[in-house]
T-cell receptor
Framework: AQKVTQAQTEISVVEKEDVTLDCVYE???????LFWYKQPPSGELVFLIR??????QNEISGRYSWNFQKSTSSFNFTITASQVVDSAVYFC??????????????FGRGTSLIVHP | DVKVTQSSRYLVKRTGEKVFLECVQD?????MFWYRQDPGLGLRLIYF???????EKGDIPEGYSVSREKKERFSLILESASTNQTSMYLC?????????????????FGEGSRLTVL
């Protein structure tokens, strides 16, 4: 079973539409971290946000917002008024503690977002 | 500006060849990672290292080995390349816990190395 499930393989929207990318995770740890990364067509993954398991506050950064709900093990990402530059593959990741004390991330399979002009 | 540099963006090798993929980071990070990225499969962890000369297997270590002789450098080795190792390889680094203050625990990625094995 996947630890991080991004059920949407590809989403296609028209510019200015709102879009939500879903992420469902699975863990037995009480302390863990959740991340979102963006991979634009150029290829390099870029960090967007981190949430720890004790902080369920939603967060907004400009047109981006994140909704973390432990009750449903979900960490969803919403882009408001999407733009062509938002076209990318978005990855959700779960970091759990491994031996040596490091947190090691497991990634979902990614959601490809295509924003049409 | 923080940087993770992978030695080659594109490589073409023949089946059976030994392949070295090099990765260098300039952020004094303890952790370094090698992932492979394939369409529809996302990023899968091959190996990671949390200190010099220390390594741990990830989810798909078969057919690969790694070397970390210096803190800033983490190498991925394909002893005998096979066609099913054709993929995009991503190197990343991060700080270790505690994740507090300015340390978010995020991974910093290189641009990737696209390997084709013929």
């Amino acid at each position: 079973a996947q630890k991080v499930t991004q059920a949407q393989t590809e989403i296609s929207v028209v510019e200015k539409e709102d879009v939500t990318l879903d992420c469902v995770y699975e863990t037995r740890d009480t302390t863990y971290y959740l991340f979102w990364y963006k991979q634009p067509p150029s290829g390099e993954l870029v960090f967007l946000i981190r949430r720890n398991s004790f902080d369920e506050q939603n967060e907004i950064s400009g047109r981006y917002s994140w909704n973390f709900q432990k009750s449903t093990s979900s960490f969803n990402f919403t882009i408001t008024a999407s733009q062509v530059v938002d076209s990318a593959v978005y990855f959700c990741a779960l970091s759990e503690i491994w031996s040596g004390g490091s947190y090691i991330p497991t990634f979902g399979r990614g959601t490809s977002l295509i924003v049409h002009p | 500006d923080v940087k993770v540099t992978q030695s080659s963006r594109y490589l073409v090798k023949r089946t059976g060849e030994k392949v070295f993929l090099e990765c260098v980071q300039d952020m004094d990070h303890e952790n370094m990672f090698w992932y492979r990225q394939d369409p529809g499969l996302g990023l899968r962890l091959i190996y990671f290292s949390y200190d010099v000369k220390m390594k741990e297997k990830g989810d798909i270590p078969e057919g690969y080995s790694v070397s970390r002789e210096k803190k800033e450098r983490f190498s991925l080795i394909l002893e005998s390349a096979s066609t099913n190792q054709t993929s995009m390889y991503l190197c990343a680094s991060s700080f270790s816990p505690p994740l507090a203050g300015g340390n978010t625990g995020e991974l910093f990625f290189g641009e990737g190395s696209r390997l084709t094995v013929l």
